[in-house]
């Protein structure tokens, strides 16, 4: 019986020690957290949260980044390029035709950000301090994409 016992405690700690390792290993690559709220200025535009991850070096292929919560809202990120990703929450509308990002209970202070990662196949969770506002973006121009 404790022969089972001691062996089910070591494949729990090893367990845990293999995923906290994971989980530093992603937290190593994000350098700094930004955000910018900004507002449109015509009918239907609305506002919202644009979130920037810079990272200090690209993620190896067992790293993915999945999503950000943030301020009581959650998105799915876009990469921008290899060192940058980013992610968009709209927090209001000024038309009844959109709709805007559902509120969730995430339990972060406002300066928070949890960012969901896979490695390996299994997601993780890295709660960031510190992300850092940026101005507010006033009627942005829509970038046209080729």
């Known amino acids: 019986m404790k022969v089972l016992v001691l062996f089910l405690i070591t494949i729990f700690n090893y367990n845990s020690c ?3 390792k994971g989980i530093q290993e992603a937290k190593q690559y994000v350098e700094k957290i ?3 709220n900004w507002v449109g200025g015509v009918k239907g535009a609305g506002g919202g949260t644009i979130l920037n991850v810079a990272l200090s070096k690209s993620l190896p292929e067992n790293i993915e980044m999945v999503k950000i919560q943030f301020q009581d809202r959650e ?3 876009f990469k921008v390029n290899d060192l940058s990703y980013q992610a968009s929450i709209k927090t209001f509308d000024n038309m ?3 709709v805007p990002t559902p509120t969730i209970n995430t339990g ?3 300066s928070q950000a949890r960012i969901y990662f896979k490695i390996d196949g299994k997601e993780s969770t890295v709660v960031f301090d510190d992300v850092k506002e940026l101005a507010m973006l006033e009627y942005p121009s829509i970038n046209k994409r080729n």
């Open 96 to 98: 009844n035709e959109t």
């Open 18 to 20: 293999s995923s906290e």
């Open 75 to 77: 998105s799915t990120f």
């Open 108 to 110: 972060l202070k406002p």
């Open 34 to 36: 930004t955000f910018q």
